[in-house]
């Protein structure tokens, strides 16, 4: 499956943004999605991420309360609606996808900058 990310981009202390990851080339309600971001000189950690149902998610506790993803399996779309945004939210966010039953995430989209200004 091959994974596009967008929507990323300047935003605001306190503004919002919303990330779309729009999914090809699989069938994507076979993939649990997840997004995750990068800070400069910081390891990748995992933000969000939604089983194939959409009936479970989970959140890193910095986001909990500020971010929700939602999926649309008709539109073959993952989302990231973040609002409340921190300077510490500055970042490059990728989406992913797991194969049903993996353990790990092995489908990566490409990045898209996030950058938020106190």
């Known amino acids: 499956v091959q994974l596009q990310a967008s929507g990323g981009g300047l935003a605001q202390a306190g503004g919002s943004l919303r990330l779309s990851c729009a999914a090809s080339?699989?069938?994507?309600?076979?993939?649990?999605m997840g997004w995750f971001r990068q800070a400069l000189g910081k390891q990748r950690e995992r933000v969000a991420d939604i089983t194939w149902t959409g009936s479970t998610t989970y959140y890193l506790g910095a986001v909990k309360g500020r971010f929700t993803i939602t999926r649309d399996n008709a539109k073959n779309t993952v989302y990231l609606q973040m609002n409340s945004l921190k300077p510490e939210d500055t970042a490059v966010y990728y989406c992913g996808a797991r194969r049903l039953a993996d353990p790990f995430y092995n489908y990566w989209g490409q990045g898209t900058q996030v950058t938020v200004s106190s």
């Open positions: 080339g699989g069938t994507f309600s076979n993939y649990d």
